[in-house]
């Protein structure tokens, strides 16, 4: 029952304060029950991590560590939610091997399902989106992600990790699969060059934030 209404049946006047205090306990046991308790500050993976903002999302697959490392230090500035995309069927160990692989999957347009999917994804204004650079494309399961969410009218600030073709073709790839989202500028860094960019990673994380309107 509700505090207040409590309150009125008992025929007792509560302070304001006791009753605010009892909705909040409520309000937290109902939390509880839904499974919305927030995750350890530390823990990474298919779950969320919570920050300062609740309008930003960071999302990326990393297999290396590079676009992983990256991810992180823009979530550390914009705040909002971390969540890194894996496949359900790993990748071979082999380099080749997941190089062939991808290869297939970029020439047939057949993607691998991922985890996980974000019910609620509209909640969202701007979402940071993460890849390394395969064969100059998007990698397969972002291209994944971005066809599995409803993104019409969201932000989309794409940052990437290269060796040697920058953002490649990522920018046509967001538009072809996601064609009504509002596409930003874009971030590449280069594989061997993560750590010493974070600090150039934060700042275009932060003109990102600022823009309004869509610069492509």
Request: hydrophobic share 45%; aromatic share 6%.
């Amino acid at each position: 029952m509700p505090v207040a209404v409590a309150a009125e049946l008992s025929g007792k006047m509560m302070p304001a304060g006791s009753i605010l205090a009892g909705r909040r306990r409520l309000l937290a046991a109902a939390a509880g029950s839904f499974g919305l308790a927030f995750l350890p500050a530390g823990k990474l993976g298919a779950q969320a991590r919570r920050g300062s903002s609740r309008h930003a999302l960071t999302v990326y697959f990393t297999r290396t560590g590079n676009t992983r490392q990256l991810a992180e230090a823009i979530h550390r500035q914009v705040g909002g939610d971390l969540i890194r995309v894996e496949t359900l069927e790993a990748y071979p160990e082999d380099y080749q091997a997941t190089v062939q692989q991808a290869r297939r999957e970029r020439d047939s347009g057949r993607w691998p399902s991922i985890r996980p999917r974000i019910a609620d994804i509209r909640r969202y204004d701007m979402i940071f989106l993460g890849s390394p650079i395969w064969g100059d494309h998007l990698n397969p399961p972002m291209k994944r992600f971005l066809a599995d969410h409803d993104l019409a009218g969201l932000r989309i600030a794409p940052f990437v990790t290269y060796k040697v073709s920058r953002m490649g073709q990522v920018r046509r790839n967001v538009m072809q699969i996601a064609p009504r989202a509002r596409l930003l500028d874009g971030l590449a860094v280069r594989d061997d060059a993560v750590a010493p960019s974070k600090a150039r990673a934060k700042a275009w994380a932060r003109r990102a934030l600022g823009v309004q309107g869509d610069t492509g």
